[in-house]
């Protein structure tokens, strides 16, 4: 792989997405969360070149794009009352069902498990493309395996530009972190990966569990989760508490000491604080959602400024925060500081 040119399409040029993915190639399309790579879900040789295009563990699974229910009833054993009720409340959108699968889904989407990960993206352009091709995308986001998920085109041809035939330019994508992962095998719910649609939002309807799995328990039930992700070259900071600008400030000083350049993520309000550091600014002081858009671009930005060290202040876990702070302490590989 490599020498392919990639072919950047417009969204008024979707036939020759779907054709390609009719051959079984694979296209990256904006979904409302962010780009995906898809591939026709039952289609085990289009499958397998997703995970040859982003260097993608083979053990971990790749969620199933459908146009709506009646798709996805195809796929799945059975729906429980509950999970009706959140495909109701929040499909189209960024909440993902893991479910029992049926014998239509090949084993390599699932990577080997009985369950299948669905949901229906709410996007035109994603909804369009499933609507001109007769099959499921299986789409994991469209990075490399390891790198933040792209949340523009450019972002996509960054990372897979010559490993792939082609991607749909939607522009930027609107949440910009990953849909929500449900496992509804579990009893109650069970939140495997927090994402657009909130915990806060979900118990409004069913009982999930949403606290992460300790260390050392069970196995892993998202595969996925095991794995190193979001990460940038720069070693990431993760700082909280009423004395994270006084400690972003004494432990910058042992990169600023060697010539090495220094950035922090802060709100806007608090750039001030820091006059020594490169700000990448988070926005406007508690906008999550404002945060959420723009988080991936500015860990991607830290590789472009060319940053040694990356400090980030933590955000209330709430709502959209708790899918932000996962990213943010995945991004950090552990590096996480209380103060
Ligand atoms: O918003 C999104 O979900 C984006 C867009 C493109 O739809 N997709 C996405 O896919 O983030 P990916 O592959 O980057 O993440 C899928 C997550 C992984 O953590 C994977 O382990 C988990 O879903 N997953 C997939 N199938 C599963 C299953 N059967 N059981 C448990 N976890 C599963
Ligand atoms: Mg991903």
Known sequence: ??????????????????????????????????????ANALDRQAVARIFAAKGRPQDNPLIVHCTGVEQVEKLVREIPEEAR????????GPLTLVLEKTEAVPEQVTAGLDTVAVRVPDHPVALALLQQVPFPLAAPSANLSGRPSPTKAEHVLQD???????????????????????????SPFRVLRPGGVTVEELLQLVAVDWQPL????????????????????????????????????????????????VG????????????????LSMGRQGDLPGLASKLYQLLRAADELGLKALF????SEERLGLAIMNRLRKAAKGREIRT
């Open 312 to 315: 980030v202040e933590a955000v």
């Open 264 to 279: 922090v993520m802060t709100w806007e309000e608090r750039a001030g604080l820091y006059p020594k550091l490169t700000v």
């Open 1 to 38: 792989m490599g020498a392919m040119s990639t072919k950047v399409l417009r969204p008024d040029e979707l036939e020759q997405a779907a054709e390609l993915l009719a051959q079984g190639q694979v296209v990256a399309f904006p979904t409302e969360t962010v780009y995906g790579l898809g």
């Open 214 to 261: 300790s260390k050392g328990g069970e196995p892993p039930r998202s595969p996925g989760m095991k794995y190193a992700h979001y990460a940038p070259e720069a070693e990431v900071f993760l700082v909280s508490g009423p004395g994270a600008a006084a400690k972003i400030k004494e432990l910058s000083e042992a990169f600023l000491g060697k010539g090495q350049q």
């Open 85 to 92: 009720l959140l495909m109701e409340r929040f499909w189209p």
């Open 160 to 186: 897979l530009g010559g490993r792939i035939p082609a991607v749909v330019d939607g522009g930027a994508t609107g949440w910009g972190v990953e849909s929500t992962v449900l496992d509804c095998t579990a």
